[in-house]
């Protein structure tokens, strides 16, 4: 007697079946009431549907079995769930009063993320930047260094030829090779 095996799998979309977005999430830590703290027990990866109010929810784990580059896909795809109003992201994406969720202590107090071209930093305090231009040059160059300050959370673009040099850290100019993420 033999063994069957399955070595790969296809599904075939639905025409009126209704758009999912995919996100992947970051948990940013913050300040509130004199501490550092981020939210806790958020999914890594959602897909929603606005027009029916449903969410997929999947947790780091769960995502290392799945692919969403282009088209998403899973070995296997957790549920949809279509009564999720009562959760910590419904009230984020809704604006709403945070009652339902939950935070843990940060006990870094720089958080730097690179998220495609940009980055996402968060310091306990507003943090002092200079720019540094960055040509390839053989010898020294005289040039003038603004000094940036940064809230204590931004979402932040720099051009292909300035670094950033701050108070506490220094991030490199964006390059095609670092670009991605």
């Known amino acids: 007697?033999?063994?069957?095996?399955?070595?790969?799998?296809?599904?075939?979309?639905?025409?009126?079946?209704?758009?999912?977005?995919?996100?992947?999430?970051?948990?940013?830590?913050?300040?509130?009431?004199n501490r550092r703290v981020r939210l806790a027990q958020l999914p890594s990866m959602v897909s929603i549907s606005t027009k029916k109010m449903e969410i997929i929810q999947w947790t780091k784990e769960e995502t290392t079995a799945c692919h969403f580059e282009l088209t998403s896909s899973c070995r296997e795809t957790p549920p949809i769930r279509k009564n999720w109003q009562e959760s910590c992201?419904?009230?984020?994406?809704?604006?709403?009063?945070?009652?339902?969720?939950?935070?843990?202590?940060?006990?870094?107090?720089?958080?730097?993320?690179?998220?495609?071209n940009k980055r996402a930093i968060s310091t306990q305090n507003q943090?002092?930047?200079?720019?540094?231009?960055?040509?390839?040059?053989?010898?020294?160059?005289?040039?003038?260094?603004?000094?940036?300050?940064?809230?204590?959370?931004?979402?932040?673009?720099?051009?292909?030829?300035?670094?950033?040099s701050c108070d506490h850290f220094f991030l490199l100019r964006p390059t095609s090779n670092n670009n991605k993420q």
Do not use: W, Y
């Not at 992201?89 to 495609?116: A, H, M, W, Y």
């Not at 943090?127 to 040059?137: E, F, G, I, P």
């Open 1 to 33: 007697m033999g063994n069957l095996i399955f070595v790969s799998f296809f599904a075939a979309t639905d025409k009126n079946q209704h758009q999912l977005s995919t996100f992947k999430l970051i948990p940013m830590p913050f300040n509130h009431e």
């Open 89 to 116: 992201l419904f009230e984020i994406l809704t604006d709403s009063k945070l009652t339902n969720c939950r935070v843990e202590e940060e006990t870094e107090p720089i958080f730097v993320q690179k998220i495609g």
């Open 127 to 164: 943090t002092r930047c200079h720019r540094v231009m960055q040509k390839d040059q053989t010898q020294h160059i005289i040039t003038t260094n603004n000094e940036l300050t940064l809230p204590s959370i931004v979402l932040l673009t720099t051009d292909n030829s300035t670094s950033l």
